[in-house]
């Protein structure tokens, strides 16, 4: 099994119950990380290890299991082997659950002015930023340059977007208000850049208006059909309908969209798999590859359109389904047995935007506020690994609810080149 995250994690937990097969896992860290709550890690709610649990502890006492951390890089159909830094692993079946990285749209330079979310590396520099970006302002004696550290922009208007927006607007105006004395830090303008007519577009519409009133409510001024045409340093230059503007931005987060991993360009070189447009491995109705039965491909990398329906999103709970199918579909295999295509049980879909404002799209029910908060607040808990990353997360989220503090509010390394352009640096 390639990768760790939810498809890989829930696929290996299945596989290991069953004596009858030898299960190895393999990822570049030595962690599962629950990547839904990332930006409360990059705005200082949560510790990292409030949300990663040590592969190897969750799948403790599972004899027939090893965990290797390294990078897969490439594979050998022929041979049925795959290549890892240092070392090769040979398969009688390959599960392939390696996840996807930003897309920048051909714009790769912007990465460094702009970084994403996907890692608690990526969580952590935005930590950095955000929290910097505050602390320099208390220093900075020029007007324009303060108010361009106080300048926060979001870019993408999906579920990660609109809760990095509002997780912002809230440390501007409830958790930080009184701690600075040169500026007010509800002076902060926080923004949303969302290219299509709405934020959430994948929602019901009447529940993007709702994310977009209470992201509204936080301060936050939400750009639709507004677009991201260049990102130097800290200038940002947007672009809506005809008419472009530059804005000097010292904090701009990127949450606008994914690639598929390089291992699958390595699937596309090696067994001929195709891939859409954004390098995802299109499937078989069985997850399995074309003339490839032996090869899966779950969870965000997987392509999977069937029944005429759009493809799946990349989403945590597509990924768990699809684990958990592939492992009783190779047990059922082993008894000779067959197995419908796979289908996906949608439970709905939720983003938070702060504290009891959340929207939820379950089935015919749409809820909204404080309804929408707390089912969102119950969902992420269970589908939490260990117990107790739930107990932890659960206090943390006590208490930051009853007293609006965010504890983890740590700087550990101070960014150069925007120290670089403080007036009074010396």
Request: aromatic content about 10%; cysteine-free.
């Given at each position: 099994?390639?990768?760790?995250?939810?498809?890989?994690?829930?696929?290996?937990?299945?596989?290991?119950?069953?004596?009858?097969?030898?299960?190895?896992?393999?990822?570049?860290?030595?962690?599962?990380?629950?990547q839904p709550l990332l930006y409360q890690?990059?705005?200082?709610?949560l510790s990292p290890g409030d949300?990663?649990?040590?592969?190897?502890?969750?799948?403790?006492?599972?004899?027939?299991?090893?965990?290797?951390?390294?990078?897969?890089?490439?594979?050998?159909?022929?041979?049925?082997?795959?290549?890892?830094d240092g070392g090769e692993a040979g398969y009688d079946i390959l599960i392939v659950a390696s996840g996807v990285k930003h897309h920048y749209f051909g714009n790769e330079q912007w990465r460094e002015h702009a970084p994403g979310l996907k890692t608690v590396e990526h969580a952590l520099e935005m930590r950095q930023r955000i929290f910097s970006a505050f602390e320099e302002?208390?220093?900075?004696?020029?007007?324009?340059r303060r108010d361009a550290l106080l300048n926060f922009i979001v870019v993408g208007g999906g579920p990660t977007g609109v809760e990095l927006a509002g997780a912002?607007?809230?440390?501007?105006?409830?958790?930080?208000?009184?701690?600075?004395?040169?500026?007010?830090?509800r002076q902060a303008r926080v923004q949303l850049i969302e290219g299509a007519a709405h934020i959430l577009p994948t929602y019901p519409e009447?529940?993007?208006?709702?994310?977009?009133?209470?992201?509204?409510?936080?301060?936050?001024?939400?750009?639709?059909?507004?677009?991201?045409?260049?990102?130097?340093?800290?200038?940002?230059?947007?672009r809506s309908g005809e008419q472009e503007q530059q804005q000097r931005a010292a904090t701009v987060l990127w949450a606008a969209g994914v690639r598929a991993s390089r291992f699958g360009q390595a699937l596309a070189r090696r067994v001929d798999a195709q891939l859409d447009n954004g390098g995802k491995v299109i499937v078989n109705e069985d997850l399995s590859l074309p003339a490839h039965p032996e090869i899966f491909v779950i969870g965000d990398l997987a392509h999977y359109e069937h029944g005429g329906k759009p493809p799946l999103p990349g989403v945590a709970p597509v990924a768990i389904q699809q684990g958990r199918y592939v492992a009783r579909l190779l047990q059922r295999r082993r008894r000779n047995k067959t197995m419908r295509p796979f289908k996906y049980f949608d439970k709905g879909s939720m983003a938070v935007i702060g504290r009891n404002a959340a929207v939820?799209?379950?089935?015919?029910?749409?809820?909204?506020?404080?309804?929408?908060?707390?089912?969102?607040?119950?969902?992420?808990?269970?589908?939490?690994?260990?117990?107790?990353?739930?107990?932890?997360?659960?206090?943390?989220?006590?208490?930051?609810?009853?007293?609006?503090?965010?504890?983890?509010?740590?700087?550990?390394?101070?960014?150069?080149?925007?120290?670089?352009?403080?007036?009074?640096?010396?």
């Open positions: 099994i390639v990768g760790g995250g939810f498809g890989g994690l829930y696929a290996a937990q299945r596989l290991s119950r069953d004596r009858h097969y030898q299960v190895t896992v393999i990822d570049k860290r030595n962690y599962h990380l629950f890690v990059a705005t200082g709610t949300i990663a649990t040590p592969i190897r502890a969750v799948l403790r006492g599972r004899r027939n299991v090893q965990v290797l951390q390294a990078t897969v890089r490439d594979l050998d159909p022929e041979a049925r082997k795959v290549f890892y302002a208390e220093l900075e004696t020029d007007t324009a912002i607007g809230e440390l501007a105006h409830h958790t930080l208000h009184r701690d600075f004395r040169s500026f007010d830090p009447d529940l993007s208006r709702a994310a977009r009133h209470a992201l509204e409510k936080l301060g936050v001024d939400v750009h639709t059909q507004t677009l991201v045409t260049a990102i130097d340093g800290e200038q940002i230059t947007l939820a799209d379950i089935g015919p029910l749409h809820l909204k506020g404080f309804p929408a908060w707390i089912t969102w607040v119950f969902v992420h808990v269970m589908y939490l690994i260990e117990f107790d990353n739930k107990l932890l997360v659960m206090t943390q989220w006590a208490w930051n609810y009853f007293t609006r503090k965010r504890g983890v509010r740590l700087i550990t390394s101070v960014p150069v080149a925007r120290t670089a352009g403080r007036s009074n640096r010396d």
